[in-house]
């Protein structure tokens, strides 16, 4: 099924220290940077599918600054993948806000990590285990 999202829009106060970040981060979940012109806003998308993510100085002037109880959720297609998530985050500048696990509150299959990027934007990466296991990509 295809994605009702179109894309999602983070703000940031510094570009060069969020493309760090999100280059690293984004990766293993699939996205990659798309090209785009000098002084242009970094955009990161997965082949062929949406949502895109967009990253934006805001353009009221005001520095950037994130929402108490919101983050945006990607989904992984592997525990492992989860896991790679949360370690490029940690290693590229962002800071832990759940490190990978079952998140028995929302489930025995629910494995995530959460963590928050470098202008305090929340993020998580989630596997669902039985439709991992039941849906295994093979190379």
């Given amino acids: 099924m295809e994605s009702i999202i179109s894309h999602i829009t983070l ?3 510094d570009y060069e220290r969020a493309i760090i970040f999100y ?3 984004l990766r293993p979940l699939g996205f990659s940077r798309i090209p785009k012109p ?3 806003p ?3 998308a997965v082949k062929g599918a949406m949502p895109h993510v967009y990253l934006y100085q805001p353009y009221d002037g005001q ?3 994130w929402g108490n109880g919101t983050h945006v959720a990607f989904q992984a297609v592997s ?3 989860v896991n790679i998530f949360y370690k490029e985050a940690i290693a590229n500048g962002g800071s832990d806000e759940g490190a990978p696990g079952i998140r028995e509150d929302y489930g025995p299959n629910y494995y995530a990590a959460y963590v928050r990027d470098p202008d305090g934007n929340k993020l998580q990466a989630v596997c669902y285990l039985d439709y991992q296991q039941e849906n295994t990509i093979k190379e």
Avoid: R, W
Wanted: avoid cysteine.
């Fill in 11 to 13: 703000g940031t106060n």
């Fill in 23 to 25: 280059d690293a981060a």
């Fill in 38 to 40: 000098k002084g242009k």
């Fill in 42 to 44: 970094p955009l990161y």
């Fill in 63 to 65: 520095p950037a600054t």
């Fill in 79 to 81: 525990k492992e993948v």
